[in-house]
C-alpha cells in the first residue's frame, strides 16, 4: 500500500487505515465489496462485521446496533454506492437521532468492486443529503490530517454523525473476507452483547 501524504486525497484504504488506528472498543460494521477486504487486511478484530453481499443494508445494521446499545459508540464504514442504494437509511437515522452513531462513508464516485462505474455521488453532495436528513454533525474531508481530526471529534460528540470521505479509486490488494458468516456473527456478538 502506499503511504499516507499530507495534503492530498488518500485512498480508500489510507484512509481507513488512518481511522482504524482510531478505533478501540467500538463495535464496526463495514459495508460489502472491497472496503470489508481492505479492512479485514488493515485490521481483523472479533468487533468487526464484513458485510458480505447485502448491499445497501449497513448503515440500517448500525442504527440498530446503535439503537439497541445506546451505551457503545457504534462505528459504521460505507460507500457511496451503498449510501446511494439504501437512501432511506440517511431519514430514518436524522429522524431517531442516535446520538451514538458514527457513520463515515467512503466516497470514490464509483462502484469499484462491479468495475468503476460511475456512481450519482458526483452530482449528489451525499453529506448534504445527511445534513437535510437530520444528522447533528456532518463534514466532508479529504486529506489524512482533516480525517483523523474530524474522526476523533465525532467519537467523542453526540451524534448522529456522518463524515464523508473523499478518496481516489486505488484498491489495496486484499483477498475477500474468508471468515464463515456463522464464525463473523458468534465473534461479533461475543465482544458486542449488551449481556455481562
Do not use: W
Amino acid at each position: 500500500m502506499i503511504g499516507p501524504e499530507e495534503g492530498v486525497m488518500q485512498s480508500r484504504a489510507q484512509a481507513m487505515g488512518a481511522l482504524l488506528e482510531l478505533i478501540t472498543d467500538q463495535p464496526l460494521i463495514i459495508c460489502n465489496g472491497f472496503p470489508s477486504r481492505e479492512a479485514q487486511k488493515l485490521r481483523d478484530r472479533d468487533a468487526n462485521f464484513y458485510m458480505i453481499g447485502s448491499m445497501g443494508a449497513t448503515a440500517g445494521i448500525g442504527l440498530g446496533l446503535a439503537l439497541s446499545q445506546p451505551e457503545k459508540t457504534v462505528v459504521v464504514f460505507d460507500g457511496d454506492g451503498n449510501v446511494l442504494m439504501s437512501m432511506g437509511t440517511l431519514a430514518t437515522i436524522g429522524a431517531l437521532k442516535p446520538k451514538n452513531l458514527v457513520h463515515v462513508v467512503f466516497d470514490n464516485e464509483v462502484y469499484g468492486t462491479t468495475g468503476n462505474q460511475p456512481t450519482y455521488s458526483r452530482l449528489v453532495n451525499l453529506d448534504k443529503v445527511a445534513k437535510a436528513a437530520g444528522y447533528v454533525n456532518v463534514e466532508r474531508v479529504r486529506e489524512r490530517e482533516d480525517i483523523v481530526y474530524e474522526f476523533k471529534d465525532m467519537l467523542a460528540s453526540e451524534g448522529p454523525s456522518f463524515l464523508l470521505i473523499k478518496v481516489n479509486e486505488q484498491i489495496e490488494d486484499a483477498d475477500r473476507v474468508a471468515i464463515e458468516p456463522a464464525e463473523m456473527t458468534r465473534r461479533f456478538k461475543a465482544v458486542n452483547s449488551s449481556n455481562p
